[in-house]
Every structure is written in structure tokens, then in C-alpha cells.
């Protein structure tokens, strides 16, 4: 359902009742999330294009949500006409309408994978990519649907001198931000990890500064920033 979700939120048209109604379900502890969608995703394109621009031609999108008009894959080879991207998420329908969208392409590559689960298997994903090049590995709109045990996972089987880049929800005020998760935890049973302030989110993934947040300091905002995976 997250995926929907979010396709909702950003004004798509891939998705049901029951997630619009999840959405309202938000809207009312998370006035903004409309907004802060829509940041995260344009900060996904712009980051992409701007990593492609700087010679990195390949790209793994973890939790990568249901197929848009941009893709990773189609902002990369603007700039590099040879990129390269896999693909990770756990959802069926995604993962369906991902490989059809894909399926005459041998330079992207769809992986079932959840990344809940303390051991991830990127087997398939080292197989598709040069050892010998430089990737970027995206986690955008992703780490606020993980435990901290599986965020702390991702990044340590994560390829040393990788790109990581992160944005994420966060919030200063542990009462926003269990308001949110009791909503989330709600509407996308098992599907949601929590809200985390930006000390935790330093720690989780080391090399990640949180330099403000929005408003005066207890909304909502988005955690965002491109740290190298040691």
C-alpha cells in the first residue's frame, strides 16, 4: 500500500480507495506530506541528473515505488547514455508493472527484495553492475519504512566507496513524529519503521549530517543528504 500511497500523494493515478484514504488518515497528523512528497521525489530527479552529470553511470533505486514518467533509469541515460540501474522493492505490483515497463531492457534490472529483513541478498545486483565503476545507491522516501536493525544492515552491505544518497521523513518532536507512526503503523501493517529525529538518523548512517529543519524545528521535514559508504 505504500507505494500507492505515495503515487497518490504525488498525484498519480495508480491507486485505490483504501489508499486515498490512508492519505487522509496522514494528512490529519501530517498536514504537509503532500508537499514533502513531492520535495523528495524532485530532490531524487535533480540528484540523479546531477550524479550522472558527474560521470556516475550506475544506479541501484532501493524501494524504488511504482514506475513514473521519469525514471532513474531515463534521468541517468540523458547524461549517460550507458547508465546502468537495478531496481529493489518488495512489492508485487511493482515489481510487475516495473519488469513489463523494462522487460526489452538489458541495462536495468528489477529485483524482488525486501529490505526489512536483516540479511539482503544484492547477488543479483553486484552480478548486473561493473565492480570497477562507480555507484550510486538511492534511499529516498525509504529509511522511515525500516527498523533501525535493518537500516543498520543496508548500509553495512552496502559496496565500499559507494554513493549513498538519503531523504527521509524526520522530525524533532517525539510526539509529531509517534503521531505519524501511529497512523502509519495503522493504514501499512508491517510496512512502516518510524519517524527519527536527526541524531538518530547520524548514528544509523554514519556520515549523514542534518544541517536544519524546516519551520521552527519541531515539523515535520526531510532529512536529505549524500554521504560515501565506507
Given amino acids: 500500500m505504500t507505494a500507492r500511497m505515495q503515487e497518490a500523494l ?18 490529519e497528523v501530517l498536514p504537509g506530506a503532500k508537499v514533502l512528497a513531492a520535495r523528495s521525489r524532485r530532490y531524487l530527479d535533480d540528484t540523479v541528473d546531477r550524479l550522472a552529470t558527474s560521470g556516475i553511470a550506475q544506479f541501484i533505486e532501493l524501494g524504488c515505488g511504482l514506475p513514473r514518467l521519469d525514471n532513474v533509469h531515463t534521468i541517468a541515460r540523458r547524461r549517460q547514455p550507458s ?23 538489458d541495462q536495468e534490472l528489477v529485483v524482488g527484495a525486501d529490505l526489512r529483513a536483516q540479511a539482503v541478498d544484492l547477488t543479483p545486483v553486484h552480478a548486473h553492475l561493473d565492480p570497477g565503476l562507480a555507484v550510486a545507491v538511492l534511499a529516498v522516501g525509504l529509511l522511515e519504512h525500516l527498523p533501525d536493525d535493518a537500516v543498520r544492515a543496508l548500509v553495512g ?12 521523513l524526520a522530525c524533532e518532536d517525539p510526539v509529531r513524529g509517534a503521531a505519524i507512526d501511529g497512523v502509519m503503523h495503522r493504514v501499512t501493517p508491517w510496512a512502516w519503521g518510524r519517524v527519527r529525529d536527526a541524531a538518530t538518523l547520524s548514528a544509523l548512517v554514519p556520515g549523514l549530517h542534518v544541517q536544519h529543519a524546516d519551520g521552527d524545528g ?7 543528504g549524500i554521504v560515501t559508504c565506507r
Fill in 10 to 27: 504525488l498525484g498519480g493515478v495508480e491507486h485505490f480507495p483504501a489508499d486515498r484514504a490512508a492519505c487522509r488518515a496522514l494528512h
Fill in 83 to 105: 547508465a546502468r540501474t537495478v531496481y529493489l522493492d518488495n512489492d508485487p505490483v511493482v515489481l510487475a508493472q516495473a519488469c513489463a515497463q523494462l522487460e526489452e531492457s
Fill in 157 to 168: 552491505v552496502l559496496p565500499a566507496g559507494s554513493t549513498l544518497v538519503v531523504s527521509t
Fill in 218 to 224: 519541531t515539523a515535520p521535514y526531510l532529512a536529505q
